[in-house]
């Protein structure tokens, strides 16, 4: 009876932690469902190089590594490097390697600094993905537990994909695929061993071996790791030897890449492929767009140099005939940037929006000679006024325009109806909702929209009338059959027909030349365009064409302040860029 006491004594704390652990397993694997999240998802299936127009590389990424997908191979080289720089014994362990762990506390003692670190690669992986980064005995008894289970329930294919997609490499990059492009603008299968070798040194320590802070350890590091690649048989003595020659250079950290423009580019790229396709690790896209490099430096350069400190920026030029946007300034510092000024801001459009009543007004049979009376009115107990109470009197519709009149284009909404102003608006693209028609400061731009869309509107007039909705990309490729995924094969819409946008081009010229304009005038050249300021000059503007590029220009404070600038510095900032690009 004693023995069968012990015996139960014996098994009960093993059969406890035996259905610890299944339920645990189970645990896991029903609520594993690993999706790395990178740009827009666009990055789960494809690798891409996102170009200018000239063939002149913008960026890349390689995409991040499948774990369903065993076919899915991890390049050798990068296999073994992190293995032999964070964990030799991975491929002979279960998970935790006790041996292991010792070694490296030794090592890192001896030396000073962490020359190694103390968890397994399935270790890291597990607190990546399942835990935090806590000190203390519970969070690593858990990552014990998590990483004997993982190592059980994946492979180490597996697991070695999931480390690779998630490691934190120092400089924002999450993973190998992103500290390839941070560190040296290479997809991951175009690095040397050299350049993975210094990856894979960074893992213990990102911010100490980072080769921008401290790159005499981070060549050291680099050394230490080929040379582990070496003695382990992974690399032969000839390609040792010329790892260790190469001379790193590291991506300079003031080229900062433009990433709201990247983001923009990727999330108008994944609506025109197959999200489900799933293409190997040595095959890419290539996006081609129609951004000109030349004139994106140009006006990221002038926002910088033209404007007060604190203010902010954004710039759109588009092809008229085309819609392809040339230019997309998000902000004056996009290594700063966290939001797009260009596509996201809905700022009052202000006087821009006038071209709208005076569309309309033309639509309804009006002419350029039009007369209204331009003398302060009230609409109940709505009494709109002109810019410093300047009022014209009985005026032509040249003259209301050009000098940018609050009261005419109410006069001409009022008399025509806010709804036709808004279906017009909405025709050219401006997301004005119906149930603002009853509001008539709608006529003179109370109301706000994107610089992208107002834009395309006045890219609209410069393309006689026939709308295009604008993009950014030229075409995809795949980049081994140099298959045509998608091109871009513009549809454009008539909106107006070419005697109406006559009389708007009049109109718009003559503002240029001895209107509220006249600040983006260029001798001896023929320039379209209207500038706008909401109240307490908080949104400047300026939307102009010349020959068959339109560009929009918004100046003002993130937080809505007032300015103590005018229209006329946006009208002269577009005037700078225009001459900058020699159009």
Known sequence: MLRFKHV???????????????????????????????NYKLGNNFSYKIYYTKSK??????????????????????????????????????GVDIFGSARAFINNIRSGYIREGGSTITQQASRLIFLNNDLNVKRKIKEIIISIIMDYKYSKNQILKIYLNEIYLGEGAKGINEASQIYFGKLIDELTLSEIAMLAGLAPAPNFYSPYQNYHLAIQRRDEILKLMYLEGHIDKANYERALKEKIKVINKKNNEDKLLIN????????????????????FLIINTSIEKEWQDKAQKLSQELLPEGIEASLISIESDTGLIKTMISGRYPEYNQFNRATSAIRPLSSTFKIIPYSLAFLEGKSLLDTYNDAPTCWEDYCPKNFSNIYQGESTLIESFKKSSNIVPIKISYQFGLEKIINLANLFGINYKKELSSFLPT?????????????????????????????????????????????????????????????????????????????????????????GTSDLNKDLWFIGSIKNITTGVWIGFDDNRATNLSSGTSANFWKTYIKSINI
Request: aromatic letters at 10%; hydrophobic letters at 40%.
């Open 8 to 38: 139960i004594l014996l098994i009960s704390p093993t059969l406890f932690i035996f259905l610890g652990l299944f339920f645990i397993s189970n645990l896991i694997k029903n609520n594993f469902n690993y999706e790395p999240n990178d």
């Open 57 to 94: 590389i913008l960026t890349k990424l390689s995409r991040k590594f499948n774990i369903e997908n065993e076919k899915d191979k991890i390049p050798e080289l990068i296999k073994y490097a992190f293995i032999s720089a964070e964990d030799r014994r991975f491929l002979r362990h279960n």
């Open 264 to 283: 923009f580019i990727l999330a108008e790229s994944v609506k025109k492929i197959n999200a489900e396709v799933n293409y190997q690790i040595d095959d």
């Open 443 to 531: 006529a003179i731009g109370a109301f706000g929209d994107s610089l992208l869309n107002i834009t395309n509107a006045y890219s609209t007039i410069n393309n006689k009338g026939k709308l295009i909705k604008p993009s950014v990309i030229k075409k995809i490729i795949r980049s081994k059959n140099k298959e045509i995924i998608w091109e871009n094969n513009y549809q454009t819409k008539k909106i107006i027909d070419k005697k109406i946008v006559n009389k708007l081009n009049y109109l718009l010229e003559k503002t240029v030349q001895d209107g509220t304009g006249i600040s983006a005038s260029i001798a001896g050249r023929k320039i379209f365009g209207k500038t």
